[in-house]
């Protein structure tokens, strides 16, 4: 599976932001689909996971203000993003795994969100 990010931007704390993550090679249910971040000088960082349809886990610090969705019909995973913080600012990545395996193995290029203050 092909995996492929969109939608990132520059918004002002407090806005809104969806993010797009779309599949190809292979239906996004299949697998799990995750959104990871990496702020300028940090570590790459989990956000959050869909094991389809309705399996999701978040990390702490967007726990009530992002959610992650997915639409079967267009083989796309969504990051809807709300209450931006200025710490939200990174590249956001997409990511696929295997139902059974340790590792994220497909990843696409990353949407840059900024958020400013």
């Known amino acids: 599976v092909q995996v492929q990010a969109s939608g990132g931007g520059l918004v002002q704390a407090g806005a809104s932001l969806r993010l797009s993550c779309a599949a190809s090679g292979g239906a996004f249910s299949n697998y799990r689909m995750a959104w990871f971040r990496q702020a300028p000088g940090k570590e790459r960082e989990f956000v959050a996971h869909?094991?389809?349809?309705?399996?999701?886990t978040y990390a702490d610090s967007v726990k009530g203000r992002f959610t992650i969705s997915g639409d079967k019909a267009k083989n796309t995973v969504y990051l809807q993003m709300n209450s931006l913080k200025p710490e939200d600012t990174a590249v956001y990545y997409c990511a696929a795994r295997r139902p059974f395996s340790s590792d994220y193995h497909f990843w696409g290029q990353g949407t840059e969100v900024t958020v400013s203050s």
């Open positions: 869909i094991v389809w349809p309705d399996s999701t």
